[in-house]
């Protein structure tokens, strides 16, 4: 996953915030619940996204209430999908029920077409709903297939552990790598999620 595809996507949602604010006026246009400032506070905050790790904790931890869903087309999704994924495509995901109980989470390819139905959803009031930043290439790179470097120090050996169980719990296949991979660059990948946490 290339930071510029994260990028893109995060600009598509922004651009699609900016329409939403041109029609809604103030915050709260026309009796409207719709907060844009809030929707663009949370963006900000990084509370729209999810990483691959994060997601991957929730599914392997039975989190309650959480449903996967995947917005690409049926051929991607036939031809992987992360696992406990319903596939749904935006325009069902804009017109379907959700309990507010669950925590939803979308994911597309690599993220851009997810952030945007995470804004729709928003619109529609749905509060727990998150996208998966990078998609479906996150997923792949982090869980199934995560290069952990072999030049760790003691402090950053549990984080690597515990992100090679996970990937074996999936299915996947750590490796091990020589120090070619900065050791900085895994302990970002490994530590990375949301602002508040997970």
């Known amino acids: ?5 994260v990028l893109r996507g995060l600009a598509l949602a922004a651009i699609l915030l900016g329409a ?3 029609v809604a006026g ?8 719709l907060d844009v400032a ?29 449903r996967v869903i995947d917005i690409r087309d049926s051929a991607a999704f036939e031809e992987y999908h992360i696992p406990q994924a319903e596939r749904m495509p935006i325009e069902s995901v804009v017109k ?20 945007q139905a995470w804004v729709l959803l928003r619109a529609r009031g749905v ?27 003691p402090e950053n050996r549990s ?15 750590p490796r091990q790598v020589d120090s070619a991979v900065p050791v900085e660059a895994f302990k970002a990948t490994a530590t990375r999620v949301r602002g508040r946490g997970c």
């Open 159 to 173: 984080d690597a552990d515990s992100a090679a169980a996970l990937s074996r719990y999936f299915g996947g296949i």
């Open 1 to 5: 996953m290339t930071r510029g595809v």
């Open 20 to 22: 939403l604010a041109a």
């Open 38 to 66: 809030a929707l663009a506070r949370d963006v900000e905050t990084e509370q729209d996204h999810v990483t691959a790790l994060e997601l991957a904790r929730w599914i392997r931890d039975r989190k309650s209430g959480l």
């Open 96 to 115: 379907a029920s959700f309990n507010p109980a669950e925590t939803i989470v979308m994911y597309s390819g690599g993220g851009a077409h997810a952030a």
């Open 127 to 153: 509060r727990q709903v998150f996208f998966l930043r990078g998609g479906v290439a996150e997923w792949l790179d982090e869980v199934m297939n995560p290069r952990i470097p072999a030049n760790l120090s």
């Open 26 to 33: 103030s915050p709260r246009a026309n009796g409207s619940n």
